[in-house]
């Protein structure tokens, strides 16, 4: 049954064509084959799973009693989708749960399902709507960047501090576009390689503080905006 789970295709529009939900390691069922990259550590989806089984299952079995129809088990939500909550929450099952709720309800909200596969619209590259007005306004000339440089890789954020301007009036509704848009597009990204390397995959953040006073970091109207939006997103 572990393994038949594994092998169900999820119904998330950017793994339309995939045939497994989660590539298997290569060394599954008898096969001896090596790893690709000996310097690659990051631990295998199919391990994680078969070592958390029981929390997962708790999870899993929580939000089913609670007949919510946003949870969709196994189609859109699935042992990979679980896993995820009981990492980022110390192991602990309670909060995993608390914050699979939260994020269930985040993405009905912000209509995220309904978004499609985004992959090909990086956030800096889009040229119309609030999430264009975000970053022309705010971060010109590509002041900040969302890139995926390896395609069996995570996602890299770069920003330059000294050229995003901390001034920039925006609209409440434009900065949560802007910044929801670029979590979504982070998530589409390492769901993807995860599931298609076999290998649990993350994003990076890198921040080139080069030439920022502390005159720079005195607008806080910025930060508490970011803040804001960020404390609602904290679970999901």
Same mark, same amino acid.
């Given at each position: 049954?572990? !393994?038949? !789970?594994?092998?169900?295709?999820?119904?998330?529009?950017?793994?339309?064509?995939?045939? $497994?939900?989660?590539?298997?390691?290569?060394?599954?069922?008898? &096969?001896? &084959? &090596?790893?690709?990259?000996?310097?690659?550590?990051?631990?295998?989806?199919?391990?994680? =799973?078969?070592?958390?089984?029981?929390?997962?299952? /708790?999870?899993?079995?929580?939000?089913?009693?609670?007949?919510?129809?946003?949870?969709?088990?196994?189609?859109?939500?699935?042992?990979?989708?679980?896993?995820?909550?009981?990492?980022?929450?110390?192991? /602990?099952?309670?909060?995993?749960?608390?914050?699979? #709720?939260?994020?269930?309800?985040?993405?009905?909200?912000?209509?995220?399902?309904? !978004?499609?596969? =985004?992959?090909?619209?990086?956030?800096?590259?889009? &040229?119309?709507? !609030?999430?264009?007005?975000?970053?022309?306004?705010?971060?010109?000339?590509?002041?900040?960047?969302?890139?995926?440089?390896?395609?069996? #890789?995570?996602? $890299?954020?770069?920003?330059?501090? /000294?050229?995003?301007?901390?001034?920039?009036?925006?609209?409440?509704?434009?900065?949560?576009?802007? =910044?929801?848009?670029?979590?979504?597009?982070?998530?589409?990204?390492?769901?993807?390689?995860?599931?298609?390397?076999?290998?649990?995959?993350?994003?990076? #953040?890198?921040?080139?503080?080069?030439?920022?006073?502390?005159?720079?970091?005195?607008?806080? /109207?910025?930060?508490?905006?970011?803040?804001?939006?960020?404390?609602?997103?904290?679970?999901?």
């Amino acid at each position: 049954i572990f !393994l038949l !789970l594994l092998l169900i295709m999820t119904s998330t529009p950017w793994m339309n064509g995939i045939d $497994v939900a989660v590539a298997e390691p290569p060394n599954i069922e008898g &096969q001896q &084959q &090596q790893d690709d990259d000996p310097y690659d550590d990051r631990p295998w989806v199919h391990e994680l =799973i078969a070592e958390h089984r029981d929390k997962i299952d /708790k999870i899993k079995n929580a939000l089913l009693n609670e007949n919510d129809p946003l949870f969709d088990y196994p189609n859109q939500h699935d042992d990979l989708w679980l896993l995820r909550f009981y990492l980022s929450h110390n192991h /602990k099952t309670k909060p995993a749960i608390a914050a699979a #709720r939260e994020t269930l309800q985040f993405r009905k909200t912000y209509q995220l399902d309904e !978004l499609g596969d =985004i992959r090909h619209e990086p956030p800096q590259t889009i &040229q119309h709507g !609030l999430v264009h007005e975000h970053f022309s306004k705010r971060c010109p000339n590509h002041a900040m960047v969302l890139t995926l440089p390896d395609p069996h #890789r995570g996602v $890299v954020f770069f920003a330059q501090l /000294k050229r995003v301007d901390p001034t920039v009036e925006l609209s409440a509704e434009c900065w949560d576009t802007a =910044i929801v848009y670029c979590s979504e597009w982070t998530f589409q990204w390492t769901d993807y390689v995860t599931r298609t390397t076999g290998r649990l995959t993350k994003s990076i #953040r890198i921040v080139d503080m080069q030439g920022v006073t502390l005159s720079d970091l005195r607008d806080r /109207k910025p930060r508490s905006r970011e803040a804001k939006i960020f404390r609602t997103m904290e679970n999901c």
